[in-house]
Structures are given as C-alpha cells and as structure tokens.
C-alpha cells in the first residue's frame, strides 16, 4: 500500500479572502502599510526569498518592493490577520532582483513539485499568480476596444469609455478516473515525460454538465462510452486559471479507439500495477503524475479502493 497521500498541490491556503472589502479603498488602504506583506511576481515567474535556514518564503515583507519598479497590485486577504498582497514587477525587475543573494526565482510548476514554501503559502501564490496574469492579459476592453484600469482593489477592470466592468475568469475543467471493473484507463500525451501516463482531462464546454463533459471527453479523446459519474475532488491550477474537477466515471466497455490528434497512447492498468507507478517501480518505468497534480490523487484513490 502507498504511503499516506501527500497534500494536493495549490488546493491549501493560509489566507482569509475579505470579499467584502474589494472596493479600491482595500487596496490603497494597505498598499504602503507597513505591515502588509506581498506575493511578488516577474511576469509569471514567482520571487521567493531564502531564510538563512535555507528555507524560502512566497511572501514577504513590504519592504521586499523597496527600489522594484511595481506594475500592478492586488489586495488579496489576510494572512495570521496581516494583509496581503498580489504584486507583478516592472520588465526589468527580474534582472534586478536575481542579483540579490537571498532571492530565487523558480517557475510555479517546480514551487509546487519540489514543495519549496509551505503548503500554505502555496494556494496563496496559485490565487496571486491567476489574478495577475488576468490583470496582464486583459488591458483592452472586450466590449468597445477601450483601454481598461484597475479597480475594486484588483478583482475586476473597468472601461471608462463604455462603462463595461470585467472579471477575473476561472476555466473549468474535467480529469477524471475511468474504471472498469478492476481496472482504470490512463492515457498519456506526446508532450509528457517518458513513460508518465495520467488520468483523462478537458475544458468544460458552455451549457455542459461536469457529468457530461466527462462523458463527452472520454469517447472523443478514448472511445470509451461512460455511464455513472461521481465527484472527487477539486483543484485550482493557476496556468493560467483552472478549476480541476476530479472525478470518477464507470466504463460501460473496454475497447479503446484513441484519437492520435489528442493522446499518443492510452490503455487500461490494473490495481498492481498502478501500484508500482505509484512508486516508480514498473518494470517498463511507466509512472503517474507527481503529487502537485490531481491526477496523482485519483490514481492513489483507485490503488486504495476508493
């Protein structure tokens, strides 16, 4: 049996959301507060700090901004009751910053796969890295064309010349465990690593249920007609802004008709043998998804006989 399951990457938070205080005033009240601390961000590259200790830190203190050109900011909570904020650098701050002994800059992906900051501190970068690549991407008015500014403290852009208020998006997504019987079907893409295989995944579709977007996605992408759908688990995966909806499916067959444009293979693994790629020992090296991903948590879910 493996090991106790690890925590399920950017799904834990230290912070308190105060929803409530999203008007600009929130943002303005705690930006040169000399208490707040702040997620900072060079595009989409997070800045961590090293404690002595050998430690890193995902938030830091105000001061950390002293002397970096800031391009944005958003108010995102409390954390142990001291604000926090989201803040995305100038373009030359990256270069500024790396030259700083006790910072790093590690793409968010690592972060979470080598379990560099506390947990904590992890869905805190998920929610600041989704809000500033928003921030980033959305400059222009989708309505009229206009430029757009920033407001209720970072969680929504306002056109002035049309009046159109815009906010932050959340992409859903379907990954699910498909079994059958004893078995479950794991695919993988031709971009994966040598010999990883992961659960089946795709973008919900407007006025789709998750059960049938489940569904839907299986037979396209395996050819594999399901019937009962049940919920797991969820996920924010913040590249760009995902909500990951575990789920488990039943197979109503097994034969297996892979569209090649979507997966590079796809096959059915039995208990024992999800077991050894739980543990990278598979005779071929097969293995499954690190625990940052849901996908290792269903897998180990199905190997338990959850």
């Not at 999203?22 to 303005?28: I, Q, T």
């Not at 961000?41 to 404690?51: E, K, N, T, Y």
């Not at 465990?177 to 079907?185: A, D, E, N, Q």
């Amino acid at each position: 049996m493996p090991p106790a399951s690890p925590p399920l990457g950017f799904a834990t938070s230290g912070l308190v959301r105060h929803t409530s205080e999203r008007g600009d005033a929130a943002l303005e009240r705690h930006r040169d507060d000399p208490a707040a601390l702040t997620a900072l961000f060079s595009g989409d590259m997070p800045i961590l700090f090293r404690a002595p200790d050998g430690t890193h830190r995902a938030v830091h203190p105000r001061a950390a901004l002293e002397g970096v050109e800031i391009a944005a900011q958003a108010y995102l909570g409390t954390l142990d009751g001291a604000p926090v904020l989201a803040t995305l650098t100038g373009a030359d701050a990256l270069e500024q910053l790396a030259a700083r002994p006790d910072v790093e800059a590690v793409d968010l992906r690592s972060v979470g796969t080598r379990g560099l900051v506390p947990e904590r501190e992890l869905g805190l970068l998920a929610l600041a890295k989704s809000l500033l690549s928003w921030h980033a991407r959305h400059g222009f008015c989708a309505a009229c064309g206009a430029p757009t500014r920033l407001s209720a403290s970072g969680f929504r852009r306002d056109c002035d010349a049309c009046g159109a208020q815009h906010f932050p998006r959340t992409d859903p997504v379907v990954i699910m465990l498909v079994t059958h019987g004893s078995r479950c079907l794991l695919g993988r893409q031709a971009r994966f690593p040598t010999g990883n295989y992961s659960c089946l995944a795709g973008f919900v579709e407007p006025g789709e249920t998750v059960e049938d977007a489940v569904r839907r996605e299986t037979f396209e992408e395996a050819g594999v007609r399901v019937g009962a759908v049940s919920y797991a688990l969820s996920q924010p995966w913040p590249f760009a802004s995902s909500l990951m909806l575990g789920c488990v499916g039943e197979a109503e067959g097994d034969a297996l008709t892979i569209d090649r444009d979507e997966l590079e293979d796809a096959r059915w693994f039995d208990r024992e043998e999800v077991r050894l790629m739980l543990a990278d020992t598979h005779p071929q090296g097969l293995r499954v998804p690190p625990p940052v991903a849901i996908a290792h948590h269903l897998v180990r879910r199905f190997v338990e006989g959850g």
